[in-house]
């Protein structure tokens, strides 16, 4: 099932930050007793404008690689609180090592596709192992991934260790029911920006320093 797929276009889920100590313990827990984890490993590289137009509009636009599979993905954030992320999101299937901008012009506000005649760079990329379990709650369904990697602008990196519980189809009440049971004995704490932000709080500090 492709990610946030059954909402129109919106991705909806918790992000949660992790302490080494606990990785072993959550994929040991019993809520993931019943099934064997997929595993990818993926490699994103997000791209902009010189000026970061695509962030300026509460836009990113990466290019990921993994499982044989090369996706481009255009989010947009609709609502952050809490942990709770709530985006738009468009994906498609491509065969090119670059965006293609004509598949996303349309999901962009028109101020900046009449704007967007600057080429696309890469900014920063991701590389990161996933642990993805898929959970049947309360009618719906819900993906529990464990994502360990870093995050680099080319010269830094930043570790990643993080957990996401994403609604992929279904009702609100089984995202947060999954959360729930997860942090009733692994400690959790919400994680409040998500790759892109850090991406680009990387290369902004970098370009304080310089």
Same mark, same amino acid.
């Given at each position: 099932?492709?990610?946030?797929?059954?909402?129109?276009?919106?991705?909806?889920?918790?992000?949660?930050?992790?302490?080494?100590?606990?990785?072993?313990?959550?994929?040991?827990?019993?809520?993931?007793?019943?099934?064997?984890?997929?595993?990818?490993?993926?490699?994103?590289?997000?791209?902009?404008?010189?000026?970061?137009?695509?962030?300026?509009?509460?836009?990113?636009?990466?290019?990921?690689?993994?499982?044989?599979?090369?996706?481009?993905?255009?989010? %947009?954030?609709?609502?952050?609180?809490?942990?709770?992320?709530?985006?738009?999101?468009?994906?498609?299937?491509?065969?090119?090592?670059?965006?293609?901008?004509?598949?996303?012009?349309?999901?962009?506000?028109?101020?900046?596709?009449? %704007?967007?005649?600057?080429?696309?760079?890469?900014?920063?990329?991701?590389?990161?192992?996933?642990?993805?379990?898929?959970?049947?709650?309360?009618?719906?369904?819900?993906?529990?991934?464990?994502?360990?990697?870093?995050?680099?602008?080319?010269? %830094?990196?930043?570790?990643?260790?993080?957990?996401?519980?994403?609604?992929?189809?279904?009702?609100?009440?089984?995202?947060?029911?999954?959360?729930?049971?997860?942090?009733?004995?692994?400690?959790?704490?919400?994680?409040?920006?998500?790759?892109?932000?850090?991406?680009?709080?990387?290369?902004?500090?970098?370009?304080?320093?310089?």
């Amino acid at each position: 099932m492709r990610r946030g797929s059954r909402f129109g276009g919106k991705e909806i889920e918790l992000k949660f930050a992790l302490d080494p100590a606990v990785v072993a313990v959550l994929k040991r827990h019993p809520l993931f007793a019943t099934q064997r984890p997929s595993v990818k490993r993926f490699v994103s590289v997000y791209f902009d404008t010189d000026d970061h137009d695509l962030r300026r509009n509460g836009m990113s636009l990466r290019l990921r690689k993994g499982g044989g599979r090369a996706v481009q993905t255009l989010k %947009r954030r609709i609502r952050r609180s809490y942990g709770l992320f709530v985006r738009d999101q468009h994906e498609a299937e491509i065969a090119l090592d670059e965006p293609d901008l004509e598949l996303v012009r349309a999901h962009m506000p028109e101020t900046l596709r009449n %704007r967007l005649h600057k080429p696309l760079q890469p900014v920063f990329r991701t590389e990161v192992h996933r642990t993805e379990w898929q959970l049947s709650r309360c009618d719906s369904m819900v993906s529990v991934v464990v994502d360990e990697g870093f995050v680099t602008d080319g010269s %830094r990196n930043e570790p990643i260790l993080e957990l996401e519980v994403e609604l992929l189809d279904g009702r609100i009440e089984a995202l947060f029911a999954v959360a729930r049971l997860l942090t009733r004995t692994i400690p959790l704490r919400f994680n409040l920006e998500s790759k892109a932000d850090r991406g680009y709080r990387l290369v902004r500090s970098k370009m304080l320093v310089s």
